[in-house]
């Protein structure tokens, strides 16, 4: 079955984008979908049935798909229990054509009840609509009537004596706007200062009319702005080095892909050569193979903005206070540190006083040693171990696959995934998951950006550990892409099911959309269908989120996601069926717009970091103990869960790896972590210098 798909077409209608899902036929497959072509026809019908009384919709009580659940009159929301199709043979479905509309006990009374139905071809599950709106019964003649009259919520719907009233007439809403602008382009920068800068930009251009531009820099959203403008005041930060660019957006929410980045470094406000004064009073503990210091802290002319640590003379790490934890070093060792302080233009002070300490003869703490097991000129991404100790990882820039063996630091390439494209951002070869039977099946599961799409796909590895290209399933396809939030990771749970993280593409109404795969944590069966308790119909989990990259099980079996905050915090969610996390009303705790954090359902997260010591991506759970691996905070945090909790939240390797993007369990217990140090924005292959680290693991 190899290389076969059956496709289902979801209709996001009221406004929304068409959205395609391809889940491939595994193993053990019965009977086979009709071609796409057959099918499509039939699944773009459906879609609302619109009440000309009250507005509201045609709707399946409770979003049940018992035989015999009643249907009723429901505001409009676009879930799959409103989408209804008239078939060739005068039927009327719904569940994507997977029930009919009946009569309650195929009844032909005045009265009765409209219901849903196993799909039988008898006259009672026939329906024809007319010109003027009219649905009728083909077996008793009658009408499909919103009982009473009434408009509210919930109201029965029956069939009744046609009499061309308003509650007996129906319609389709008019057909929606699916297509985005186009990008952007030919920003230019101009009336720099300090702390503002001025972009200018081309329009876009779009078939119906740009509302409004949306402006970034490296994935966080600077400002929105109407869709005549051209050009508009932005406040910048004195010497960072930012990459903007520019989202066009229509009145229907459909976002274009970026613009190319402009880098923009703006001087600083005033020249300072004076450097800061030097630290004091070093002193500090060894406590097995970790070390504690504290120091006195320094004074400059404009301010100090941190410390570096040097270990040995080499820089180990950063802080902003006046304590730092070196950890994960040798046992029964001397190491001598000194600090240096530094102010914002990089002025460096004289050190501080040398203090020699001491490890102990064994390890007494959480984290025991880091070994470096190989650098890599591309960004590691995703990464898997394997039951032999071997681990797989992906590249995201050069779009291929690695197997590595930590023994002897042997690298071989199984190959390059097909239809991979990178965004000029953060998109392209991402998340790696093995199937749970790989050692029979050999499949790998790949999340990765192609041309037009986000998407999931699963291809053989052979014995000789190269991609069988000839095997590759798309799974799931039209998950919406754009220069940043494309989520991308992928992980098994213990029902065996398959979990992955999707970004929002720069579009935060993607997230509250529930027909959207965009901005949510999907679901899907190991061959890429539907599991039948998904809460929603479709693939998703829970919703609400903006970009979201970790996921991990821990014993209980719960499902923790680590997600990305815009410009305030970032924050870790415990995971629930259906769950709302709040996006883009809700930025971890603090509220951005309508009713905010506070709105009735949304869940707050377990634990947040504010994004100068997070931007987190990767996270990891041995023995109850979660990993969050954050880039711009370059550190791993180490928090105990505890009940629904997250306790002891202690950060380690604080600047002394940099930017850490990946952790994974390894198989014996430990851990595997990766860092994104250089070109992580940028997307161009192998220019990159990083590094895979092996960590061991105490108490």
């Given at each position: 079955m190899h290389g076969r798909t059956q496709r289902v077409l979801l209709r996001k209608w009221l406004g929304v984008s068409t959205l395609w899902l391809t889940a491939a036929c595994g193993p053990g497959t019965v009977s086979e979908s009709p071609e796409p072509e057959a099918r499509s026809a039939a699944l773009f019908a459906g879609e609302p049935l619109v009440s000309a009384a009250s507005g509201r919709c045609l709707d399946v009580q409770a979003e049940s798909r018992t035989p015999g659940a009643g249907l009723q009159l429901y505001g409009c929301h676009g879930r799959i229990n409103q989408a209804f199709t008239f078939t060739a043979a005068g039927e009327l479905r719904t569940y994507d054509n997977a029930l009919c509309v009946d009569t309650a006990s195929g009844q032909t009374a005045q009265g009765t009840r409209a219901v849903i139905a196993t799909c039988t071809g008898l006259p009672a599950q026939k329906w024809t609509l007319n010109a003027n709106g009219a649905v009728v019964h083909t077996a008793s003649g009658l009408c499909l009537d919103v009982e009473g009259a009434k408009t509210a919520d919930g109201t029965p719907v029956i069939v009744w004596d046609c009499n061309g009233q308003t509650n007996q007439k129906w319609s389709r809403p008019a057909a929606p706007d699916t297509q985005a602008p186009t990008p952007p382009g030919n920003l230019v920068t101009s009336n720099l200062t300090c702390n503002s800068v001025t972009l200018s930009w081309t329009g876009s251009t779009d078939n119906v009319g740009v509302a409004f531009y949306d402006i970034y820099h490296d994935g966080q959203q600077m400002k929105s702005v109407d869709g005549?403008?051209?050009?508009?005041?932005?406040?910048?930060?004195?010497?960072?080095?930012?990459?903007?660019?520019?989202?066009?957006?229509?009145?229907?929410g459909n976002v274009s892909q970026a613009s190319p980045t402009l880098p923009l470094t703006p001087p600083q406000c005033q020249a300072d050569t004076t450097p800061p004064t030097a630290p004091t009073q070093l002193t500090g503990t060894a406590s097995g193979t970790s070390v504690t210091l504290s120091w006195t802290g320094s004074t400059d002319n404009v301010g100090v903005t941190g410390y570096d640590v040097l270990r040995n003379g080499t820089k180990v790490g950063t802080a902003t206070g006046t304590t730092y934890a070196d950890s994960g070093l040798a046992a029964s060792t001397a190491y001598t540190y000194t600090v240096v302080a530094r102010d914002a233009q990089g002025n460096v002070s004289t050190p501080s006083n040398a203090l020699s300490l001491t490890?102990?003869?064994?390890?007494?703490?959480?984290?025991?040693?880091?070994?470096?097991?190989?650098t890599d000129t591309d960004i590691p991404w995703g990464l898997v171990p394997l039951a032999d100790g071997t681990v797989l990882y992906s590249r995201r820039d050069a779009q291929d696959i690695v197997r590595l063996n930590p023994v002897t630091?042997?690298?071989?390439?199984?190959g390059t995934v097909p239809n991979v494209q990178s965004t000029d951002g953060e998109g392209g070869l991402l998340g790696l998951a093995v199937s749970p039977s790989f050692a029979t099946d050999?499949?790998?599961?790949?999340?990765?950006?192609?041309?037009?799409?986000n998407r999931i796909v699963r291809i053989q590895v052979t014995a000789g550990f190269t991609l069988d290209l000839a095997s590759e399933q798309v799974l799931v396809q039209g998950l919406l892409r754009n220069k940043f939030h494309n989520g991308g990771r992928l992980r098994w749970g213990p029902d065996g099911k398959l979990y992955a993280s999707t970004g929002d593409a720069q579009n935060g109404a993607n997230s509250q959309n529930t027909s959207n795969l965009a901005g949510k944590v999907l679901r899907l069966n190991p061959d890429g269908t539907i599991p039948s308790d998904n809460p929603f119909g479709n693939l998703v989990w829970s919703y609400g989120h903006r970009n979201p990259q970790g996921l991990a099980f821990d014993s209980a079996g719960r499902l923790w996601e680590q997600e990305f905050g815009n410009s305030v915090m970032d924050e870790t969610n415990l995971i629930v069926k259906g769950g709302n996390y709040g996006w883009p009303d809700c930025e971890g705790t603090v509220s951005q717009s309508g009713s905010g954090c506070a709105t009735a359902g949304y869940l707050a997260p377990k634990q947040t970091y504010s994004t100068?010591?997070?931007s987190c991506s990767g996270i990891a759970i041995v023995r109850d103990v979660l990993y969050v691996a954050c880039q711009r905070g370059t550190r791993l945090y180490r928090e105990v869960i505890s009940g629904t909790s997250l306790t002891n939240v202690t950060p380690y390797f604080v600047g002394t790896y940099g930017r850490l993007r990946t952790v994974e369990p390894s198989v014996d217990g430990n851990l595997w972590l990766t860092t994104s140090n250089v070109g992580d924005k940028d997307s161009i292959p192998n220019n990159s210098n990083e590094t895979l680290y092996r960590v061991l693991l105490g108490n």
């Open positions: 005549s403008a051209r050009s508009t005041s932005l406040t910048v930060v004195p010497g960072a080095t930012w990459g903007l660019y520019v989202n066009a957006r229509d009145a229907a490890t102990g003869a064994a390890c007494a703490n959480p984290i025991c040693s880091v070994t470096q097991v190989t630091g042997a690298k071989t390439t199984l050999r499949w790998l599961y790949i999340m990765h950006t192609s041309p037009t799409d100068a010591e997070g």
